[in-house]
């Protein structure tokens, strides 16, 4: 008959649609769903710089540790931290022919290496490694040579800023002297991953557990020296970029990064794909709206900010520790079980499948897996077209009668529901 055809042709289409998608589909089955909304201010650019960045994080910390989730716990800001600039007079003193470096490990850091203590006993800072420096040596001198403004900056009495560089030498791990950029050699790759790895470690007196690559740019070469240095964990956009193509712009490589992924050199991936500028006029409201898209989809919110919004000009200093206090006041006030964490923490978390923040109900992840599917490219719009979209719509009706049924009278058992308390804050 005709329309037993027209079926085997419709769900032809549809099967065919699912499989083009499957790596997609598979992978959001997989990845954790949170039982809980769950907040980092994902912090990045610190290192060696001026005496005044001592005081800044002194205030910062005193201002995380003013506010507290429902298990008493403070916020926490990671700090992503560089640990090599520029030494500018040694540099001068060569004529620009060698690269010498200024390293947070010297004892004229050992205020700033004193106030990131201070946060990380006071449970609020977690350094994370982002880079050896936010650049590479070699790419930076060979522009020197021809560009005055360069030379100047990498032979500057003032303690430089790598964000300073055009946007394409403040990526690490590729030689972006030229556009588009050239690979460098896996050796070097390999050795520098590997020593500033150690160089943290000296720093600190512990190794890095989690690493943010400057500009999101890295390689497989520079993530296995990671892994084999003891590095767990990548924090991603969601993607890998490996180069910078003619235009200066990121080059993206393989298939999406979800959280805790494993990779083949044995690190596993977080995901941070918010943002947090008050400098650039991001405000609490954006914070607000992001916890709560990535609360329907069992997400963790990582908010990446950097040090700029913190240093500078009193006025816009002010302004934007104004705006991370209310919005940490408002996500404490529209999510009373709001949960701080550091990064390192939640990865672990996820790996284990801790209960009080993993959540494993078949009914809940089903409905979220259908509204994580909507996030993936082209999907939507074939299901639109095909008339999938109404199959989808019938299941994500009854994942939410499965879900409420559970929720409220458990008949599919082992729901292991946590109680939730009312948040406080200290301010």
């Not at 800044?56 to 003013?66: F, K, M, S, V, Y």
């Not at 947070?104 to 800072?125: K, P, S």
């Not at 914070?287 to 989809?297: C, F, S, W, Y």
């Amino acid at each position: 008959m005709a329309w037993l055809s027209a079926v085997g042709g419709l769900v032809t289409v549809w099967g065919l649609v699912l499989w083009l998608h499957r790596r997609d589909l598979l992978a959001l089955w997989r990845e954790p769903l949170l039982r809980v909304p769950t907040l980092i201010v994902e912090s990045d650019d610190w290192g060696p710089g001026p005496e005044s960045d001592t005081a800044t994080l002194d205030i910062l910390r005193e201002l995380l540790q003013g506010f507290r989730d429902a298990r008493g716990r403070h916020p926490v800001m990671t700090l992503g931290v560089i640990l090599g600039i520029p030494d500018g007079a040694k540099i001068r003193a060569a004529a620009g022919r060698a690269y010498e470096r200024l390293s947070l490990a010297d004892a004229a850091f050992a205020g700033l290496r004193g106030a990131m203590e201070r946060g990380v006993a006071a449970q609020v800072f977690a350094p994370q490694l982002h880079g050896g420096e936010h650049f590479w040596p070699a790419s930076v001198r060979a522009v020197a040579e021809r560009d005055p403004a360069v030379a100047a900056w990498l032979q500057a009495e003032d303690l430089p800023n790598a964000q300073d560089l055009p946007s394409p030498l403040q990526s690490r791990w590729t030689d972006a002297a030229t556009l588009p950029s050239r690979p460098l050699r896996r050796d070097a790759l390999r050795d520098a991953a590997r020593e500033e790895v150690a160089e943290f470690r000296r720093t600190f007196g512990r190794s890095p557990a989690v690493v943010v690559p400057p500009t999101f740019l890295w390689t497989g070469e520079v993530e296995r020296a990671w892994a084999s240095s003891g590095v767990r964990w990548v924090v991603t956009p969601g993607r890998r970029n490996v180069a910078r193509d003619a235009q200066g712009g990121l080059v993206p490589e393989g298939p999406a990064l979800r959280n805790a992924e494993q990779a083949e050199s044995g690190v596993r991936y977080l995901v941070r794909h918010r943002y947090f500028e008050p400098a650039l006029g991001h405000k609490a409201e954006k914070v607000i709206g992001d916890l709560a898209r990535d609360r329907r989809l069992g997400r963790p919110t990582l908010l990446e900010t950097h040090r700029a919004n913190f240093v500078g000009d009193p006025a816009r200093v002010e302004a934007a520790r104004a705006e991370l206090a209310r919005a940490l006041t408002r996500a404490l006030e529209v999510h009373p079980d709001l949960r701080f964490l550091s990064t390192e923490e939640l990865g672990e978390s996820l790996l284990s499948g801790a209960p009080d923040l993993v959540d494993p109900r078949f009914c809940r992840r089903a409905r979220v897996w259908l509204d994580r599917a909507a996030e993936v490219p082209r999907l939507p719009k074939l299901t639109l077209a095909t008339g999938l979209v109404a199959v989808w719509a019938v299941l994500h009706g009854l994942t939410g009668l499965c879900q409420a049924r559970r929720l409220f009278h458990g008949p599919c058992g082992g729901d292991g529901q946590v109680t939730n308390h009312s948040a406080s804050n200290a301010t």
